[in-house]
């Protein structure tokens, strides 16, 4: 089995914040000499603040899985107590991937520094204590599964129709929905690419499933009606995912532009969101619009969020 790291390609670029703490506990005589300004490599807390500023720099070099990030704002802070140092670092960045281990990293190497300076003169020193505080930004703060929800895939192909070509796109939004986000498929059909069908099946299902899944239609030809029949039945377009859902696929294909899926609400607080008829664009717009569909649902009803 290889090891490899997290991909975070598909993901936003959002601001993204760690604060973690962590303490060396040191003898009487060590603590005195820091207060005291007398041990012979310097001054312990300020050398120990910038070693904390190298180590949240340097944390992608020493841990194989972390991501090379920008790392735009880190404040290491070093206090003597009566038993020794107590570090914090808060690390803030805008990215797509969070920044708890450059913390944590961060106030690893500000204790590590105090020891190396004290090491001549404490056999005793305990580094303990180290744990993150605090985390902001990216999916943690927003995600939701699909569990409890009911959906539909629709796939729309005249050739998955007639039996001429095996529907991967739909069975493989089924996989994801459930495998994935633990969602329930309750329905599932092919249909042509036929306008008036469409508009029929969605309005069949309208508030008795959460959410429809369509795949394919989307694109330019005389026999893509996807949008056009979908535009029809919604009462409100969710413009934001179907805008946010040709952002991340341009990131894989500049095909991706080409697609004019749309999203809406149905009826009461049905969500109906257009799928491309690939694969590959059918695993990367679930996975970006899943974990606020059960958002979206709560305001389309009116709710907010407990």
Request: with cysteine; aromatic share 4%; net charge neutral.
């Amino acid at each position: 089995m290889g090891f490899k790291p997290v991909d975070v390609s598909g993901k936003f670029e959002t601001i993204r914040t760690a604060k973690a703490e962590g303490k060396i506990y040191l003898s009487p005589e060590s603590v005195k000499m820091i207060k005291e300004g007398k041990v012979p490599k310097g001054d312990v807390l300020l050398a120990s603040q910038m070693a904390g500023l190298l180590g949240t720099k340097r944390t992608a070099d020493i841990l194989p899985f972390c991501h090379n990030i920008m790392i735009d704002h880190v404040v290491v802070d070093t206090q003597l107590q009566e038993d020794g140092v107590y570090v914090t670092a808060e690390v803030k960045c805008v990215g797509r991937t969070g920044v708890e281990m450059e913390a944590l990293t961060a106030v690893s190497a500000a204790l590590l520094n105090v020891y190396d300076m004290l090491k001549a003169f404490d056999k005793n020193m305990v580094i303990s204590d180290i744990k993150l505080l605090s985390k902001r930004g990216g999916k943690s703060d927003w995600a939701e599964d699909l569990e409890g929800l009911k959906c539909a895939v629709i796939t729309l192909s005249d050739t998955c129709y007639r039996g001429e070509a095996e529907d991967r796109s739909g069975k493989t939004a089924i996989d994801i929905i459930q495998n994935e986000f633990g969602g329930e498929v309750v329905h599932y059909k092919v249909l042509p690419d036929d306008k008036d069908m469409i508009v029929q099946e969605l309005k069949n299902l309208t508030d008795k499933v959460d959410v429809i899944f369509t795949t394919g239609g989307t694109g330019f030809s005389k026999r893509d009606v996807t949008p056009e029949a979908t535009k029809e039945v919604i009462r409100k377009e969710m413009i934001g995912f179907s805008e946010a859902m040709r952002i991340v696929g341009i990131k894989f294909t500049p095909k991706s532009l080409l697609s004019r899926g749309v999203c809406g609400i149905l009826g009461d607080a049905t969500v109906v969101v257009n799928l491309p008829g690939s694969t590959g664009g059918v695993k990367d717009n679930i996975r970006l619009v899943a974990p606020l569909l059960k958002h979206a649902i709560r305001m389309a009803k009116g709710e907010k969020k407990h």
